[in-house]
């Protein structure tokens, strides 16, 4: 199993990580703005078991064939690009919310977030590049020691992603009853979408 003093070398590592501001964080915001502080908390959740399935993928071995074969890489790439271009199309078309009800639902929220992680090969590379670093094949099950660095990057990345979206989801929450305003958030929630499907597409 996983040495105490490793465990405790990894964890402010992967604290670090999780506060760099980057594609999970700000998707997070676009769904706290445009559902409040549920649909961030749901939207963080379902990022965190999309990366928990990441890991668990790299820690068989599935993460080395997207490594050996970028034809795969780039598949999964531009499934993601599709459904953040999708999500921003369907921000802009929905219909304003009256008295500033929400525009996305909780559970909504949660499947756009495990669909945008799992169709992000770049979380798998990254996967398989860092915690690598902190397992040693002699404390016992390789699968084991991923899954259980995986918890920790998850738990970390959820609370902080969260938290970032609480943040935009109350400020949000505060002016969505005016249709002016609702407009606005609409506009925001869509170029953060589309901004990350760019993003997603120009990496390499």
């Not at 070398?9 to 999780?18: G, H, R, S, V, Y």
């Not at 549920?38 to 999309?50: E, K, L, M, N, Q």
Request: net charge positive; aromatic share 10%; hydrophobic share 55%.
């Amino acid at each position: 199993m996983v040495e105490f003093t490793t465990l405790l070398a990894f964890i402010p590592a992967a604290l670090a990580l999780n506060l760099t501001p980057g594609a999970d964080m700000m998707f997070c915001v676009g769904q706290g703005l445009r559902g409040g502080v549920r649909a961030a908390t749901s939207a963080s959740f379902g990022i965190s078991i999309g990366s928990f399935v990441h890991v668990t993928l790299a820690g068989i071995g599935l993460g080395a064939l997207v490594s050996a074969y970028p034809a795969v890489f780039d598949v999964i790439r531009w499934m993601g690009i599709t459904y953040l271009v999708w999500l921003a199309i369907k921000v802009l078309r929905s219909p304003l919310e009256a008295n500033g009800a929400p525009a996305v639902s909780a559970k909504r929220a949660f499947w756009d977030g495990l669909l945008v992680n799992l169709t992000n090969p770049k979380v798998i590379l990254f996967v398989l590049a860092f915690i690598p670093q902190f397992v040693d094949p002699s404390r016992g099950s390789i699968l084991a020691q991923f899954l259980v660095f995986g918890a920790v990057l998850g738990l970390g990345g959820f609370v902080i992603n969260a938290l970032a979206g609480i943040f935009a989801g109350g400020l949000g929450g505060r002016i969505t009853g005016a249709v002016g305003f609702q407009r606005g958030l609409r506009w925001v929630s869509a170029t953060v979408f589309g901004a990350l499907a760019v993003r997603l597409a120009l990496e390499k």
